[in-house]
Nanobody
């Protein structure tokens, strides 16, 4: 059974930083694309960042480019989201997701992902 567990969320001031972690179990982690999504209050869930199985290709939501960095450690079965220069608009519940199809493409649509974590709250104060 695949399990994804996020951690690292919290309250931070405008301009601050947080690093989210997502620990995976129950799968051959290095074989699958991973992504971070977020759901802001009153908004639909949106793609934030994605990374291919080997970590050589990364993709970002335009509004977080240059501020957020996704990475993965296939030995530790963990994917990370380093978030710098945080803004109040980044306040959301952040979810980790795995595409268990084994495809090499990193998708931005949430329905392409099979397994989800429970989410971690990030709140940025102004």
């Amino acid at each position: 059974q695949v399990q994804l567990v996020e951690s690292g969320g919290g309250l931070v001031q405008f301009g601050g930083s947080l690093r989210l972690s997502c620990a995976a179990s129950g799968l051959t982690f290095g074989g699958y694309a991973m992504a971070w999504f977020r759901q802001r209050p009153g908004k639909e869930r949106e793609f934030v960042a994605g990374i291919n199985w080997g970590g050589s290709r990364t993709y970002y939501l335009d509004s977080v480019k240059g501020r957020f960095t996704i990475s993965r450690d296939n030995v530790k079965n963990t994917v990370y989201l380093q978030m710098d220069s945080l803004e109040p608009e980044d306040t959301a519940v952040y979810y980790c997701a795995a595409d268990l199809s084994g495809r090499t493409v990193v998708f931005r649509a949430s329905y392409e992902y099979d397994s989800w974590g429970q989410g971690t709250q990030v709140t940025v104060s102004s």
